[in-house]
């Protein structure tokens, strides 16, 4: 069965570092691989996401993530944190021959220290 | 402007109540899904539908009810069989076809508390 695990429940970061998000999935095949952040009280907003082709992707806000087959890890990373990226970061997988459900993980709170 | 729109956004039910939450979208994207999430946790899909007057059980189903009889489309029901609604409520959509096949975008929530 699909799933997604992100071991890290809470990060706190300071501004100006850099982050990395961890996001470990399982499936046969090559899935396709998402990151979605929530504010709090609102609702998901796509960052990027992984189809094929080149492993490493960008996406919005200064954020990327890696594809890593052999370690089956699609980690989120960004170079240096602002106050305003603090939220909830879910990492997510749909198999291809799901009917498009997506499974997500339970999600790495983010902090940022001044 | 095109996106979903959900409503209400805080939602206040007396137990036993039915209540209906709203999910529309102007993206004209085949599928839909509700989602229920809960504080520290994930998100636990409900149901989800593809097509209009077509729709399945997600993981979660017991005690909600939906229809789809319009593609812009997705009302859920919270009956009073659900022992413990008190959640938020995110609504998605997706195409089915497209560069954008299974990207699912997500409305702004409903927050539903049991009184």
């Known amino acids: 069965a699909q799933s997604v695990t992100q071991p890290d429940i809470h990060i706190t970061v300071s501004e100006g570092a850099s982050l990395e998000l961890r996001c470990n999935y399982s499936?046969?095949?090559?899935?396709?691989l998402f990151w979605y952040v929530q504010s709090p009280g609102q609702g998901l907003q796509l960052l990027l996401k992984?189809?094929?082709?080149?492993?490493l992707v960008q996406g919005i806000k200064g954020f990327e993530a890696e594809f890593k087959r052999s370690q089956s890890s699609f980690n989120l990373r960004k170079p240096s944190v602002h106050w305003s990226d603090a939220a909830e970061y879910f990492c997510?997988?749909?198999?291809?021959?799901?009917?498009?459900?997506?499974?997500f993980g339970s999600g790495t709170r983010l902090s940022i220290r001044p | 402007d095109g996106g979903i729109t959900q409503s209400p956004k805080y939602l206040f039910r007396k137990e036993g109540q039915n209540v209906t939450l709203s999910c529309e979208q102007n993206?004209?994207?085949?599928?839909m899904y509700w989602y229920r999430q809960d504080p520290g946790q994930g998100l636990r899909l409900i149901y989800y539908?593809?097509?209009?007057?077509?729709?399945q059980k997600g993981d979660i189903a017991e005690g909600y009810s939906v229809s789809r009889e319009k593609k812009e489309s997705f009302p859920l029901t919270v009956t009073s069989a659900q022992k413990n609604p008190t959640a938020f409520y995110l609504c998605?959509?997706?195409?089915?076809?497209?560069?954008?096949?299974?990207?699912?975008?997500f409305g702004p929530g409903t927050r539903l508390t049991v009184l």
């Open positions: 997510a997988v749909v198999g291809y021959s799901s009917a498009s459900k997506i499974i």
């Open positions: 499936y046969g095949a090559t899935p396709y």
């Open positions: 539908s593809q097509i209009v007057n077509d729709f």
């Open positions: 998605a959509s997706s195409s089915l076809s497209g560069s954008s096949t299974d990207t699912q975008y």
């Open positions: 992984y189809f094929s082709g080149d492993t």
């Open positions: 993206l004209n994207h085949d599928a």
